[in-house]
């Protein structure tokens, strides 16, 4: 046991050292890094956004400034929550007016819960103005001012040469050199490109669709509003725009019909809440919480979490025995250590430090969600939160460390096989299909986490630690649950006898890698 746990700490101190460790590492505080800041970063370097409004049949051009304006409060309304979260202070009776916490605490629910209907009580309340005088006593002292985010769609002016009173297509042909980029239009004294075109013809109102009747062909070929723009990713300007105009064309559906279009709006915002209840939860506790539902979904991180370190650390058992083999390093070793030995010493020493790359990804998460405050942060902390106070730890901790043992003695095996990669890939590819399988099929099973798909993969060793994992929070059957883990064992006793056997002899194998006979030979062996 003295001589594995030597070579242990040796293995994790060489590859500790190396600079794909570290390069591990420092990739995920990188990346959770430059998700949050790059992510602000790209929305306010977001260019403005010119756009052509041509309104033939004169009754909609109202409706489309109006949802564009629209739009611009919603993104108004999302940096104001944002900006609220990120300075508010705790909440003190002596300098916070009670009704002015309520009031902000239940914009910010109302923004989590239903965006549309918080959106509505803004414009309805006055917007900005209102809401800046609001959370004014709200916001800690050395609070900066909030940064209104710039207008991003601009109505542009007609280019000369432009008839709007043609024809929709002789419209669109004069007006393709703007918006295909080849001309930019004239706006304040500065060239800028054409954005989209808003096109609605005279005829428009031909076009519109009732339920029950069906139009005739002529117009079911006609396009009706026509929205013209390159850019097929970004979809706020044309969503805004056909949600503003479509609401216009039922109100004034209702008004023909002589129903009250306030009365209907009224009736749409009245709904029943609905309670979602666990059964499995104690009497009197049955209300399902956020903190429920980050549960319920929190084994899918981890089964993220485990395959990217399980790769990580299979990878680095495989290269690092491939090396030393090439290096003859091993046989130097072997003249001190016996076969077995050697391999679980590098077993324990890999799986160390896939362990140590965990609690650092762990670790700057949460200095991350502790020192960058903000409603995304916010809600990443509540998640942290659940995972702290939930049982699914211990599982992780089990599956991870039973998943690490079953494929390491498999890849450990196959490097033992192998002079260089380039030889391993051939026989890794099989595993990595294995390997790909849990994620396949991890969405699915979350869902139905003890159906029959789930149940079944679950008793497939190679799949147990993933697909058990993601029935964690789901309070899996008792016999799967005992049964899976008595197989799992089973199997990673099996796995490592029978790499211990390929290892001993493939270790200080030269040559070209051996074919399936031989590693069958391989495991018949007795000595």
């Known amino acids: 046991m003295r001589m594995i746990l030597l070579i242990a700490m040796r293995e994790y101190a060489e590859n500790v050292k190396t600079k794909g460790f570290w390069a591990g590492i420092l990739l995920f505080p990188i990346i959770l890094v430059a998700v949050f800041f790059f992510q602000t970063l790209l929305s306010q370097s977001t260019p403005t956004r010119h756009y052509l409004l041509i309104d033939q049949s004169g009754l909609y051009a109202e409706a489309v400034e109006a949802g ?8 108004i309304f999302q940096e104001f929550v944002n900006y609220v979260v990120e300075n508010r202070r705790e909440a003190n009776p002596e300098q916070t007016p009670a009704g002015a916490n309520a009031q902000i605490e239940q914009m910010l629910d109302d923004a989590g819960t239903d965006e549309v209907a918080a959106l509505d009580a803004w414009l309805e309340n006055g917007g900005l103005e209102f809401a800046l005088t609001l959370a004014t006593p709200y916001l ?40 295909s980029g080849e001309r ?20 428009v109102s031909s076009t519109i669709q009732r339920p029950g009747v069906t139009p005739p062909n002529a117009i079911l070929s006609a396009s ?58 104690a009497e009197g506790e049955e209300a399902v919480s956020v903190a429920d539902t980050f549960r319920q979904w929190a084994p899918v991180g981890f089964v993220y979490l485990m395959f990217i370190s399980l790769m990580q650390s299979v990878q680095y058992l495989l290269s690092n025995t491939i090396e030393e083999k090439s290096n003859r390093i091993i046989e130097v070793l072997l003249a001190s250590v016996t076969p077995l030995e050697l391999m679980m010493g590098k077993l324990f020493g890999i799986g160390l430090s896939g362990i140590t790359t965990i609690a650092a990804w762990l670790g700057t998460f949460f200095v991350f969600i502790a020192f ?38 498999i890849f450990l095996a196959i490097g033992s096989l192998c002079n260089t990669l380039k030889e391993a890939q051939s026989l890794m590819m099989p595993m990595m299909m294995v390997l790909i399988v849990p994620l396949v099929t991890m969405t699915f099973i979350a869902q139905d986490p003890n159906g029959p798909v789930a149940r079944i993969m679950s008793w497939i060793p190679l799949f147990t630690p993933f697909t058990m994992m993601n029935r964690a929070a789901a309070a899996p059957p008792l016999l799967d649950v005992i049964g899976t883990t008595i197989v799992l064992l089973l199997s990673i006793v099996l796995v490592l006898w029978l790499s211990g056997k390929i290892f001993r002899q493939g270790v200080l194998r030269t040559g070209q890698p051996p074919r399936i006979v031989e590693i069958i030979r391989m495991l018949r062996h007795k000595h």
Do not use: C, H
């Open 184 to 203: 930019l239009i004239e706006v304040n004294g500065e060239s800028s490109p054409l954005f989209a075109l808003i096109l609605i013809p005279a005829e």
């Open 224 to 281: 009706g509003m026509q929205y013209w723009a390159r850019n097929l990713t970004d979809t706020r300007l044309s969503a805004a725009i056909e949600r503003s105009i479509n609401t216009t064309i039922r109100a004034n559906e209702f008004a023909a019909r002589n129903v009250d279009v306030q009365v209907v709006r009224e009736v749409q915002r009245t709904r029943l809440p609905m309670s979602r209840l666990d059964p499995s939860k």
């Open 68 to 75: 564009i304006r629209q739009e611009e409060q919603r993104r």
């Open 140 to 179: 800690r002292e050395n609070a900066p001012p909030f940064a209104v985010p710039r207008e991003q769609f601009v109505p542009a002016p007609l280019p000369e040469g432009v008839d709007p009173q043609a024809s929709p297509d002789t419209i669109g042909e004069q007006l393709r050199p703007w918006l």
């Open 372 to 409: 960058y405050p903000g409603a995304q942060t916010e809600l990443l902390g509540q998640f942290f939160q659940v995972l702290l106070s939930s049982d699914l730890i211990p599982w992780f901790v089990f599956y991870f460390l039973a998943g690490y043992a079953l494929y390491a003695g």
